[in-house]
């Protein structure tokens, strides 16, 4: 009997020592697998790294000054950020006045924000604070219009002067070949609204046109003074067939004046970019047609372009975005379509 008990006794022992055995190398595979765990986790937190130094970034956009033309650039400017992870904002000069502007950039500067991209309103002026910020490492690009005399990175926006070439041809074909055109001109130093004007005047020499530019007028970039300017036209040439406005408050100024004197069908007017004016303009007869730039897509590749260059990546000197002729046919479908060939 005591041989029965010291057989099991025996035998309780061995169990114990295997069930012990185990315990230990099962530990030592949990701890294992922890600190396997751990490993992982940390690469992934390495690898995440550039992901939150995007996040980090601040890119800011600089239009010449408060102009609803600027609401959709800075519209597809946003959505890019977002998409990339990057913070966007929006200084804007109070008014269209080259030395504000240079002040807005310096305070950019000083912050140390990453990106800045200038719509520019003069040329010469923003080369020496351009040339800062690049010294800076604050990558610097244009849109909607350049500072070709600057070292900027890139320029993003519509080619002008293609642009106005397409406009005189347009202007062509509508005024029949021949008659008195006006221009209106929001200043005249902005290098962007020159080649339009060059190119519009180009297109007509081209064609062999037979219409005869009377006068390029300035109105000051504000509404009021192009209805102003209008009418003043009107009575110095009383036999103007078309009025074309190279800035955004042209052609629904001079709208508004063609249509209170009831000479809509009469006198042509036409222009550049889609305030909400004119696309009443172009829906009621009053305004033949705008040419639009693709604001949005002004917006949205200046970020692409921010990042690539705060990447360490050559980017183009310039980016055509191109230009769409809005007329009645294409007034309520223009936009959709551009922000979907940017989204999808």
Known sequence: MSEVF??????????????????VVS????????????????????????VAFAEDLTFVMVPKGVHPYYEPCFDGFKAAAEKYGITAEYEAPQEFDPALQVKVIEGLIARGVNGIAISALDDKSLVPVIKRALADDIMIITFDAPAPSSDQLSYIGTNNKTAGKVAGEKLAELMGNKGQLAFLQAGMTAPN?????????????????????VTVEDNQGTFDMTVNKTEALMGTYPEL??????????APGAAKVVKELDKTGDILVAGFDDLKDTLVGIRDGSVAFCLVQ???????RSIETLLAATNGEEVPAEIDTGIIIVTKDNVDSYMDDMVRELVE
Do not use: D
């Not at 025996?10 to 169990?15: D, I, K, L, P």
């Not at 701890?31 to 690898?47: D, G, N």
């Not at 609204?193 to 530019?213: F, T, W």
């Not at 693709?294 to 949205?300: A, C, D, P």
């Open 241 to 250: 067939k078309a009025i074309f406005g190279v800035s955004a408050f042209g």
């Open 294 to 300: 693709r604001t949005y897509t002004m917006g949205w």
């Open 27 to 50: 530990k030592e595979k949990f701890v294992m697998k922890c600190v396997k765990l751990l490993f992982v986790l940390s690469l992934v937190a390495v690898m995440m790294v550039p």
């Open 193 to 213: 609204l020159n080649l339009r004007r060059e190119g519009v005047a180009e297109a007509l020499a081209e064609l062999g046109s037979e219409i005869e530019i």
């Open 6 to 23: 010291s057989r099991h006794g025996a035998t309780e022992s061995v169990t114990s020592l295997l069930m012990w055995r185990v315990l």
